[in-house]
């Protein structure tokens, strides 16, 4: 492991108000997206809306990398190219999700644990091989009524060090992403207390494992209350309390933050990352930005709904999404 090569990767990621272009669906989350408008979740479908997104005029400008799903990055566009040569020729740096998904924890009834650690050390070469520079975890935390348990906090954020670890050894930025879920009817103090307690037991881990914080990104939640909470917060609220999170958890010698959407809407996610960056006004230790799936996709396969003809349509609206995001990264978004 180079720490400088880290470094350099994370800082190229991270600088001039870009983000990252989250587009690493499984094949079944894919089918449900695309079920929505009954495009038909076939290999050459996905290659052809994946290769729209990824060739959206001038998206470089923007956008800093992509996670792609295993299946994409083996792919090649309807010319020819390898998916990975097309991104670097468009100015985004291959990125891949290597966790395997997140399955029922042993004896913790409605909790996850995100697996995929066996084998990985070979995979992150192949990968590497291929391209890909950075990668993604997504641990997945519920609030519910006496949950999170210590068991679940714990052997995620465990998780997440050693796949943290096993990135850097292979020479590629691992995204670690600690999310905790909107679903619930929590307040956002609850959301608070619980993004609180993750994100310190992740450092705490990524620490014990030996992970160069330098050369790593946070993928975190917002804070929020839950979806179906009574009281909804407004966007100064939301910014206020993630900023205070942040800063009670997360150490100086982290790059970035780079936020998930988390199924907040397209215009909600880019103004709490506006605000956010506004009311600190560069003060943070680390990069502020975007790292969205659904917020930036959704109206772009709205648009695009399978058909050839809408392609131009289609992203012209990631284009707007992704610029609108930039200038929020740099906390001047206008809505
Ligand atoms: P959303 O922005 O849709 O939450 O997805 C981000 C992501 O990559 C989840 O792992």
Not at 118 to 123: F, S
């Amino acid at each position: 492991m180079n720490p400088s090569t880290l470094e350099d990767i994370a800082h190229t990621l991270l600088n001039d108000g870009k983000g990252l272009l989250a587009i690493d669906e499984s094949t079944p989350t894919c089918g449900t997206r695309f079920a929505d408008y009954g495009i038909d979740n076939s290999e050459d479908n996905r290659r052809d809306y994946r290769a729209m997104l990824l060739g959206t005029p001038d998206l470089g400008s923007c956008v800093s990398g992509a996670i792609l799903y295993d299946e994409t990055l083996r792919m090649k566009t309807a010319d020819g190219t390898p998916f990975a040569t097309m991104m670097t020729a468009n100015g985004i740096v291959p990125g891949i999700k290597v966790d395997t998904g997140a399955k029922d924890l042993a004896g913790h009834p409605g909790e996850k644990i995100t697996e995929g650690l066996d084998g990985l050390r070979e995979r992150l070469a192949e990968y590497h091989d291929m391209g890909a520079r950075f990668a993604k975890w997504r641990a997945v935390i519920t609030i519910g009524n006496d949950i999170p348990t210590r068991g679940c906090y714990e052997a995620n954020a465990h998780a997440l060090a050693r796949y943290a670890g096993l990135c850097q050894e292979a020479g590629i930025v691992p995204i670690v992403e600690p999310e905790v879920l909107l679903e619930g009817d929590h307040d956002i103090d609850r959301c608070y207390e619980v993004t609180l307690e993750t994100l310190t037991q992740l450092f705490a881990e990524l620490r014990a494992q030996r992970v160069h914080l330098p050369g790593l990104i946070l993928k975190a939640s917002m804070v929020l209350p839950g979806k179906n909470a009574a009281q909804q917060a407004d966007v100064r609220e939301v910014a206020a309390a993630t900023l205070r999170c942040l800063y009670a958890s997360v150490p100086a010698a982290v790059p970035g933050v780079a936020f998930l959407s988390g199924g907040q809407g397209n215009e909600d996610a880019t103004a709490h990352l506006d605000a956010m960056n506004r009311l600190d006004a560069g003060k943070a230790p680390w990069k502020l930005t975007f790292s969205y799936a659904r917020a930036l996709q959704q109206p772009a396969l709205d648009a695009w709904r399978g058909e050839k003809a809408n392609v131009d349509a289609a992203q012209a609206a990631l284009a707007h999404r992704a610029r609108c995001n930039r200038a929020a990264a740099l906390g001047e978004y206008d809505a």
